[in-house]
């Protein structure tokens, strides 16, 4: 198992060089001088001379990214053009949300997946089944964006003054506070890593809640990442609700089955013990595979909903130009995925010997 | 009784089972879904709008109209709509104009963007990974290598990266969906290529003296069809939905293109006073896609019975 994951380890080393190549192009290829674009057209030539050598915009383009990488490494990923913070700053600020959202949207998708997938195969070609799988297939053909603005107008307006009221937008509820963990916790010398984690679980509604006993907070924080996460997930849903379906009846056709049957076990225990387990692993890599589709709906979901996340900040940025936070969020959210579909393999080889042995 | 003295029934055409043809074969497995069926009739549909859409809408999708009423709901004569106002299936937009004919025109300009990117994507990335697989050794590794980078990033976000670079707009958005397919298409190619080249009938042609070129296309490249054909619909039902995508955030398509992920941004902020105009854009998009997964999965089943669910 060990030996599994170093040689995956080593296979993933020309990806991660690949996507830093990837993202410090991205801010090579961006038109027009970069003195300019930051100081503004009427920059004379030694400041932008000066500027160059600060920046080191001087040096040849491999020494340029071998500072670049360089950098990341220490964990400096330079500074937002727009406001001047550190781009570390801003992902400890935007990135707890999005986890946040992927996570919940997960919880959600791979739950009524399995579910409606396993159900569905139960009554084989029965109208449940029929039903089950159009609705399947209208989940994956939905615009996420769209879902989104459907579920807050019910849930808002519709269903406004009943118990199924959820609020359309925000994050919080006015009147509700998050309380930087620093501060409440008493800790002033906080630096690097370690201030980074502070402000990452600050940050987060959900665990800031949790670990500050705030469950005021806790369950605001909740009760607006449901429609969000319905939103997000819903593509999940569906295809894990189709890649259930067909691994279990898949499984069910096979001869152990049968056996299992043959030597007397209940069939709820048949498919619990049985089945289940072995058309999991299908459903597990399907479940990783999707971070990708749940990340690239977070982006639009949050701006529909005007949740602090990485996609809104990201779209604020493309859109005013801001490229070192498009660069910094770029990497982060290509490791992330990359990362995850580490973690898809190792409990692939987990769930079945034979993948170890290749 | 010997053998010659048992009658022996003529082979004629009349006498023999006529076998059907490989079309004919698999358009009855296509046509045995009924979800495929289903499938097939809504994309009919969306091709008669995209054609005929100067026909069928009944105002200009662009001009605005005049004595209406922004954001109006729909007025149908058959609901009861009075003679003397003019008749607005789904109602005016937040420019006055006629919201059925601007969906009407963007069942084309969809079309369009789906055929177009997902042509561009499969010409390159068919091209790519014919090279790689046909090549092989490092220029197989390099072109494979490079491509799994891009496959290193979500799907959307690349396309929003790309487009970040590009700057906004229809054209460079359509380039970012198609630069994200991509690798889809030449691992697609790859596969078929290494399959079938080292087979016999390659050998033989090459010793009848074709040239490495052609054998690469009219040899090999055939047997890639059937999974690029396949691969080809679902991506198109990604390529629109991405394209939308990307209108809606505002780095696709720009006012006043009658593009469906445009239209429902424009009015994403009247969702609560004006509903239909959220809405309809988003059941025309989600049409367009459902029909190009739903012909997608049953030509998969169709062409090639290997690929299917047991179901």
């Known amino acids: 198992m060990i030996q599994f994951l170093i040689r995956r380890l080593f296979l993933i080393l020309p990806v991660l060089v690949g996507i830093l190549l990837v993202t410090f192009t991205i801010t090579r290829l961006v038109p027009g001088d970069p003195c300019y674009v930051m100081l503004g057209e009427r920059a004379t030539e030694s400041t932008c001379n000066d500027f160059k050598a600060r920046f080191g915009l001087d040096k040849s383009i491999p020494e340029q990214f071998g500072r670049y990488v360089l950098n990341l490494l220490k964990g400096d990923f330079g500074n937002s053009l727009k406001d001047r913070r550190p781009i570390t700053t801003v992902i400890a600020e935007r990135l707890p949300m999005t986890f946040e959202l992927t996570f919940f949207a997960m919880i959600f998708s791979s739950t009524f997946g399995i579910l409606l997938g396993v159900i569905s195969a139960l009554n084989r070609n029965s109208i449940i089944d029929t039903l089950t799988m159009l609705g399947a297939n209208m989940g994956v053909s939905m615009p996420v964006f769209w879902l989104g603005l459907l579920l807050a107008y019910v849930f808002a307006l519709v269903l406004k003054d009943t118990p199924f009221q959820l609020p359309p937008s925000g994050r919080l509820s006015s009147g509700i506070s998050m309380a930087p963990l620093t501060k409440v916790w008493g800790i002033q010398d906080a630096t690097g890593v370690k201030a980074f984690g502070l402000s990452f679980l600050s940050n987060s509604a959900i665990l800031n809640g949790l670990l500050t006993s705030n469950y005021k907070l806790f369950f605001d924080a909740l009760k607006h990442l449901i429609l969000p996460a319905v939103a997000v997930g819903t593509i999940s849903l569906s295809v894990i609700a189709r890649m259930t379906r067909s691994a279990l009846l898949d499984v069910l056709g096979q001869d152990f089955i049968r056996t299992a049957r043959a030597k007397g076990l209940r069939y709820s225990v048949v498919i619990r013990r049985h089945a289940l387990r072995n058309a999991l692993i299908p459903i597990v890599t399907i479940i990783g595979l999707q971070t990708g589709g749940l990340l690239s709906g977070a982006v639009l979901t949050e701006t529909i909903f005007s949740l602090p996340g990485v996609g809104s900040k990201m779209v604020e940025a493309i859109l005013g130009r801001d490229y070192p936070v498009v660069q910094g969020f770029s990497v982060v959210i290509a490791l992330i995925f990359v990362f995850t579909n580490l973690i898809v393999d190792a409990s692939y080889a987990y769930l079945d010997p034979r993948v170890r042995v290749k | ?311």
């Not at chain 2, 009658?7 to 006498?15: D, R």
């Not at chain 2, 200009?60 to 922004?70: A, C, E, G, S």
């Not at chain 2, 990974?129 to 092989?136: D, H, L, N, R």
């Not at chain 2, 290529?193 to 090999?220: C, H, N, P, Q």
Request: aromatic fraction near 8%; charge should be neutral; charged fraction near 15%.
């Open chain 2, 1 to 311: 009784m010997s053998l010659q003295e048992k009658e022996v029934p003529i082979l004629s055409s009349e006498t023999i089972r006529e076998t059907a043809s490989p079309f004919v074969i698999m358009s009855r497995r296509f046509f045995r879904h009924s979800s495929a069926r289903l499938g097939l009739f809504l994309l009919g549909i969306l091709v008669v709008c995209a054609v005929f859409a100067e026909q069928i809408a009944p105002y200009d999708p662009i001009v605005p109209l005049k004595n209406v009423k922004r954001r109006d709901t729909a007025c149908i004569r058959i609901f009861g709509c009075p003679a003397e106002e003019s008749q607005h299936l789904m109602g005016i937009d937040g420019n006055s104009r006629d919201l059925f004919s601007r969906i009407i025109f963007g069942a084309r300009l969809s079309l369009q963007i789906g055929v177009s990117t997902i042509s561009f994507a499969i010409v390159v990335g068919g091209l790519l990974g014919a090279i790689a697989g046909f090549v092989g050794g490092w220029v197989d590794d390099l072109i494979m290598r490079i491509l799994d980078v891009l496959l290193a990033f979500p799907s959307l976000l690349l396309a929003i990266a790309i487009v970040a670079v590009l700057g906004p707009g229809l054209i460079n958005a359509l380039l970012a969906i198609a630069i994200v397919q991509i690798p889809v298409y030449a691992r697609v190619v790859r596969a078929s290529v290494v399959s079938v080249k080292e087979l016999d009938f390659i050998s033989a042609s090459r010793a009848l003296g074709a040239s490495e070129i052609r054998i690469l296309f009219s040899r090999i490249m055939p047997n890639a069809l059937t999974p690029l054909i396949v691969q080809g619909t679902l991506g198109i039902a990604t390529a629109i939905l991405s394209a939308a995508a990307l209108s809606f955030l505002g780095l696709g398509a720009e006012f006043p293109t009658p593009e469906w992920g445009l239209m429902l941004g424009e009015e994403r902020n009247s969702v609560f006073n004006a509903p239909h105009l959220v809405f309809y854009p988003g059941i025309a998009i989600m049409i367009t896609v459902l029909s190009f997964n739903l012909v997608g999965d049953g030509l998969r089943d169709a062409l090639d019975p290997r690929l299917s669910n047991v179901n």
